[in-house]
């Protein structure tokens, strides 16, 4: 079964047994910049700089990334570009459930609905099948721990993981500035890449900015 780079992100940061979603908000900016970067490999978004376009291109039968792009063209609102950073911004908070409904649909986790409190309802997604985040996992360590190379896909999803900072959970115990070194290295390499990394990383530098001017307003 053949996963979107979306769905790996998610596959690594789900807890195998409660199902719960760890370190969600940056979980979110890797989930919604895969999303984007799979479609731009796909030939179906162009990332230029700063800005995306919509290419016209008929769909790719994933209903993950078709829904994307019709996402995309309503968010468009008819002009030829749009910031790419303004796309993310507006996807992540979304992309997360959307990623894992599809894994569950896959049959890749099971979806688990209880009250918290017995009152709050609560939503996990436990695995259902480990096979796939075994492979996931073994493929990453190949390229990144072992130094093997790296295919394109493999690559844009350590690009990814380098731009969110999701080593610890991509790489669980591994020397986090050796592992840090090394997805640099492999994310420098990555041209398709290079306009969602750098805006997922601007974008997270915002946000903390805001979290932080927030505290400071509070106290």
């Known amino acids: 079964m053949r996963i979107t780079l979306a769905e790996e992100i998610m596959l690594l940061s789900l807890d195998d047994e409660s199902g719960s979603v760890k370190q969600r908000q940056s979980v979110g900016w890797a989930v919604a910049g895969a999303l984007l970067l799979e479609l731009v490999l796909a030939e179906r978004v162009r990332v230029s700089g700063k800005y995306l376009e919509l290419v016209d291109a008929p769909p790719t039968g994933e209903e993950l990334l078709d829904g ?3 996402s995309i063209r309503a968010w468009m609102r008819g ?10 911004t507006k996807d992540q908070a979304k992309a997360v459930g959307a990623v894992v409904e599809r894994l569950s649909g896959r049959g890749v ?15 996990r997604y436990p695995e259902a099948d480990g096979t796939i985040e075994r492979e996931l996992r073994e493929r990453l360590a190949a390229a990144v721990s072992k130094g093997a190379e790296a295919d394109e896909r493999t690559a844009s999803l350590i690009t990814v993981i380098h731009a969110a900072g999701l080593h610890g959970l991509a790489f669980p115990g591994a020397p986090r500035k050796e592992i840090t070194a090394r997805t640099a290295a492999i994310a420098d390499g990555q041209w398709a890449a290079e306009s969602i990394r750098t805006a997922i990383r601007d974008m997270q530098m915002a946000m903390a900015v805001i979290s932080v001017a927030t505290v400071v307003s509070v106290s």
């Open 68 to 70: 994307r792009i019709e």
């Open 79 to 88: 002009r030829s570009k749009r910031r790419v950073g303004e796309w993310l």
């Open 109 to 123: 986790v099971v979806e688990e609905r209880r009250k918290a409190l017995g009152v709050f309802p609560v939503r």
